[in-house]
């Protein structure tokens, strides 16, 4: 290993940089299936404090009525309201049992996913080849000691809070001062101990104490490199954020969704890259990919690659796509009987202050198509990316998911109460809309259906990797389908609603 305080070792930093351009475009569907799993990942710690809330609410309904705890809220008692939640001991303790289990889950979950993809990676720059079975079967031996490295990390950092705070109650400009020193000595251990020790962990195959031993080692041996990848990083979060508030300035559009995703799918896969590309050329580990320049092909093949297989699933999974619409129209009507029953009012009942409507303006009638029609396609393919890749545990939340999509439907439309508007808003995207939506929900399906075939013994993991890599084609090659419907609900529903109110909406 290289050792002393060399401020750049290896290959040109620039390069390295190319080089997981290359690594990031030779392999994107492993990539960007692997990073895909983090939507998966919200889906399901959604579902989790949504069963936890449903569970507290449902307490509230059955024990001291809920509809007492709207009227104290809609007559504006706030305080009497938070004074008698507090009294609700049953119900504080569903809520932070469900954050401590949704916490825990999660960063369990994204422990797994890192594991995955840094073993994905890894085998990528020093074999020049690997499979999301290799990937997964990284995910199963590292995120233990990642998991471990992240609740460190995270004592570390409560300390640095809790420190300060109790400081503060003796001396308040203690407490500041204290707390500033906090921050700077946490920001040091994260940049040397703990910047690169899950890359370490995995790649070198230590234990927590070596891996940010390593770290530390890395860090004083490639200062320069550390800072360039820290300024790329920032640089890149500003850039976008630039361009995010540059298109809603001058085209009033909100792109917050297609920037999200480019930054989940893209730009965070590459950062990841280079790091393990900093560190693999550190060890002397790898050689440089090589990749043909020609991006028309590679798009018009990946583009051909999944609609076909995306037709390929609905024509081999029809049961699973209606099983997956039964599921959502379960939801509805459960979620119809919920608004027209438990809840006490309807939305014609309820007097918003004037500012509520400021964020309805930016889209539909009387504001920006535009930024509807964008939110609303990246926003429900982001959805539907997480119904599936969250049925990777048996599909169990991918269930949880489609009734939960479908409840708030029928929620707001029992509230709404005019079944007229309610088939006019909903039926025209509807009839595209809920149907993709019900095709993600047969992949996440079908993923749970290979998980728990993969765990009885039936297949082996590369053909649950595979699974995995060709649900992600399919996803690709739905999103026309949510293209389609967006454009429908942007443009033409909210016509079709003023046509029918006899006049704007808004």
Do not use: C
């Amino acid at each position: 290993m290289k050792t002393g305080w060399n401020l750049l070792n290896g290959m040109n930093f620039e390069y390295k940089i190319k080089d997981s351009l290359k690594i990031y475009k030779r392999h994107i569907s492993k990539i960007v299936t692997f990073f895909a799993l983090i939507l998966g990942l919200n889906t399901i710690i959604q579902i989790i404090f949504l069963a936890g809330v449903g569970g507290a609410l449902s307490y509230l309904h059955i024990t001291e009525g809920f509809g007492k705890f709207i009227d104290m809220i809609a007559s504006g008692e706030f305080l009497l309201f938070l004074e008698t939640l507090i009294d609700q001991t049953t119900f504080i303790a569903i809520i932070m049992i469900t954050l401590i289990v949704a916490v825990i889950g999660g960063l369990a979950g994204f422990s797994f996913i890192i594991g995955g993809f840094i073993k994905l990676i890894r085998d990528l720059i020093v074999e020049e080849e690997s499979s999301l079975g290799n990937a997964l079967k990284g995910s199963a031996k590292y995120f233990k000691r990642i998991f471990l490295l992240y609740v460190f990390g995270g004592i570390i950092g409560l300390l640095g809070i809790v420190i300060p705070i109790g400081i503060g109650q003796v001396s308040i400009l203690a407490g500041i001062l204290v707390g500033i020193f906090s921050i700077l000595i946490i920001v040091i251990l994260y940049l040397v101990f703990f910047l690169f020790a899950q890359e370490i962990i995995v790649i070198d195959d230590v234990g927590i104490l070596d891996g940010m031993w390593g770290s530390f080692e890395f860090f004083k041996s490639n200062i320069l490199e550390i800072i360039g990848l820290i300024v790329l990083a920032v640089l890149t979060s500003v850039i976008l954020g630039m361009f995010n508030q540059l298109v809603t300035f001058v085209l009033t559009i909100q792109i917050e969704s297609m920037t999200y995703l480019i930054t989940l799918l893209i730009v965070s896969p590459i950062i990841m890259i280079l790091k393990i590309r900093m560190y693999t050329d550190y060890r002397g580990m790898g050689s440089t990919q090589s990749v043909d320049t020609n991006i028309k092909p590679w798009i018009k093949n990946g583009l051909y690659k999944s609609w076909s297989t995306s037709i390929l699933f609905i024509k081999n999974h029809p049961a699973l796509i209606g099983i997956s619409i039964v599921i959502f129209t379960i939801g509805t009507i459960g979620g119809w009987h919920i608004g027209d029953t438990i809840i006490p009012y309807d939305l014609t009942d309820i007097s918003l202050p004037p500012n509520i409507d400021v964020p309805y303006q930016e889209f539909g009638v009387g504001g920006n198509f535009a930024s509807m029609f964008l939110y609303l396609m990246f926003h429900n393919w982001t959805v539907a990316i997480g119904i599936t890749f969250s049925g990777l545990v048996y599909g169990i939340p991918t269930i949880g998911a489609l009734l939960f999509n479908g409840v708030i439907i029928g929620i707001v439309s029992a509230l709404i109460g005019d079944i007229t508007f309610v088939a006019i808003g909903i039926l025209p995207h509807g009839i595209i809309e809920i149907p993709a939506i019900s095709i993600a929900g047969a992949m996440g399906l079908s993923l749970g259906i290979s998980f728990k075939n993969y765990i009885s013994g039936d297949i082996d993991v590369d053909t649950l990797g595979d699974k995995m890599e060709n649900i992600m084609y399919a996803l690709v090659g739905v999103f026309p389908l949510f293209l389609i419907a967006a454009i429908i609900e942007a443009f033409i529903t909210p016509l079709l609603l003023s046509i029918y109110a006899g006049g704007p909406l808004i």
